[in-house]
Structures are given as C-alpha cells and as structure tokens.
C-alpha cells in the first residue's frame, strides 16, 4: 500500500469538485431549502420529503467544493515520510506518514478513503486496517 490511497483520494476528490464545478458552485450562492422544496438559485424544485431537500441543500456546489479543498490540504499534510535510508531516525526501516509518524496509510487517510468504500476502486484492506485502528 504505497501511494494507492492517496490516489484514490486525489481522483474521487477530482470527480467531486469536476461535478460540483459543472453545478455553478462559484456563481450560484448557497443552495436553500423551505419545506419541501430547494433553492438551487436558478430554480426551485418542490416535492422533495423536508428532510431531503434539506439534505441536497446542505450540499450546495460552493460547500462541496471547500469540502473538496479542505480535504486536498489534509492530503497535502499527509505525506510518506523521506526518512528512507536515514539512519538517525527511528521510523527507517518503515514507511510513515510524515505528518503524524504513523504508519502508512495513516489513519486519517484511511478515514478520507471510507467516505468512498462504495466505489469500485476501493480497496477493502484500507477499511479492514481502518476498522482495526478503531
């Protein structure tokens, strides 16, 4: 398990923002629900169950794609360490995270990675090992 889950983040946080982008998620404004009905700015559509369409609205284009941007920098973070072949570091003859010093994969991209567990390209060792760490 190398690089393979930060990969895997990196593209299903590309899908997301890809599909959020094509919504007018900069231009539109923040996605509103009354009853059972949702603002999406540029139109209204009724007959959704109140708590769903407060549900599409909580998941406005322009909140999912500071989501998006949000989880991008906790991947920019986590990192595997360079400390290979560094004899004065203790973690040598493992592969850690830099930020955290655990091992590789590290939790919170495991965590990152469970959000997607339905996806085809999703790799159950990753939530086996997540589930293990709990």
């Known amino acids: 398990m190398s690089d393979d889950v930060v990969e895997f983040l990196r593209a299903r946080l590309n899908e997301v923002a890809e599909l959020a982008g094509q919504c007018d998620g900069d231009d539109c404004g923040q996605w509103t629900a009354d009853g059972d009905t949702v603002d999406f700015c540029q ?23 500071r989501d998006v941007e ?8 986590h990192v595997l360490s360079p400390a290979i072949n ?6 040598d003859n493992r592969d850690d995270c830099q930020y955290d010093g655990e091992d590789w994969p590290c939790s ?11 996806h085809p390209d999703h790799r159950e060792q990753w939530r086996s090992h997540q589930m293990r760490t709990r």
Do not use: C, E, N
Request: without cysteine.
């Open 43 to 65: 139109m209204d559509l009724s007959g959704f169950h109140p708590t769903i369409a407060q549900h599409v609205a909580l998941h406005d284009p322009a909140r999912v794609l």
């Open 70 to 77: 949000a989880k991008r920098r906790v991947l920019a973070r």
């Open 86 to 91: 560094d004899p004065a570091l203790h973690w």
């Open 108 to 118: 919170d991209l495991l965590d990152l990675a469970l959000s997607y567990a339905d």
